[in-house]
């Protein structure tokens, strides 16, 4: 197994290994390794090139911190432009969300209008060179890569022991989660990597398939990984009628950065 890039699929050669850890650092506040009462997942080797890539761990945090406050009462309202109704401004208290930088306000395509005068913002002009945006959308998209790139690392590394050669998943992710929601009962008895992160890796009916539920802070994903011939859509769909359900196929994780998910 430690011969292969976990990212790319690629040998590891004589490229110098970068050991990526199988739970992202940006969802455990402690110092990893062990604690008691936690669980610990390692590393897994990967390319420095393919670890660096995966840019969006980078905002994996300001994610979490925007699903968390939208699914809140506190701090957001969403208003109609006064004489043009089709532009919907969602007005944020900023101080709710000090982690975030321009930098980050940029990636989610937010507009900081601390420093202007609302009488310049109040007109439709103002919009005009504005792109459109949907920042649970984008923050889910954010989180249910990096879960998923988390979620095939502990597949890998504590039940298939192998890099697959193509990988197929489906995922249904869901904001405004909390403690309370646990799968224990279902799925046996499981540590916490950190307070509010816990994964129940489940195979599904004894065969090649694996059912991941991956609860990250406020964030929960469904995730089927595909590798025999189950119609896992199919089941998916019976079991959640009203969900939107994405769908990855890629030759590697790293396909996450270039193909990512599309509605199924
Ligand atoms: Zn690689």
């Known amino acids: 197994m430690s011969e292969f890039c976990y990212l790319c699929g690629k040998p590891m050669g ?6 990526d850890h199988v739970v992202p650092v940006a969802l455990i506040a402690r110092n990893q390794p062990k604690a008691r009462g936690f669980d610990y997942a390692g590393k897994l080797p990967t390319h420095e090139e393919c670890n660096n890539r995966f840019g969006p761990e980078t905002y994996m945090v300001n994610a979490l911190e925007l699903l968390e406050f939208l699914a809140g009462n506190n701090g957001h309202s969403t208003y109609q432009h006064r004489t043009r109704p089709e532009i919907l401004i969602q007005a ?5 969300l000090p982690n975030f930088t321009e930098r980050v306000l940029s990636f989610f395509k937010l507009i900081d209008v601390r420093e202007s005068d609302a009488a310049a913002w109040s007109e439709p002009e103002f919009f005009r060179d504005k792109s459109r945006t949907n920042p649970t959308r984008d923050a889910l998209h954010v989180a249910l890569s990096v ?16 890099v697959p050669p193509t990988w197929q998943v489906y995922a249904i992710p869901y904001s405004g989660a ?4 646990d799968f224990d009962h279902l799925l046996g008895d499981t ?6 992160v816990k994964v129940w890796l489940h195979q599904l009916d004894g065969g090649p398939d694996w059912l991941v539920l991956y609860r990250a802070k406020s964030v929960l994903v469904y995730l089927i990984f595909v590798f025999g011939h189950h119609n896992a859509l199919a089941t998916l ?28």
């Open 147 to 162: 879960l998923t790139k988390s979620a095939a690392a502990l597949l890998i590394k504590r039940k298939i022991h192998t």
């Open 178 to 181: 909390t403690d309370a929601l």
């Open 237 to 264: 769909k019976e079991h959640f009628p009203e969900a939107d359900i994405h769908e990855f196929v890629g030759t590697a994780i790293n396909d996450l950065l270039t193909v990512g998910w599309h509605k199924v």
């Open 191 to 196: 540590k916490p990597f950190e307070a509010g």
């Open 92 to 96: 944020w208290d900023a101080s709710k």
């Open 14 to 19: 004589d490229s110098r290994a970068s050991g």
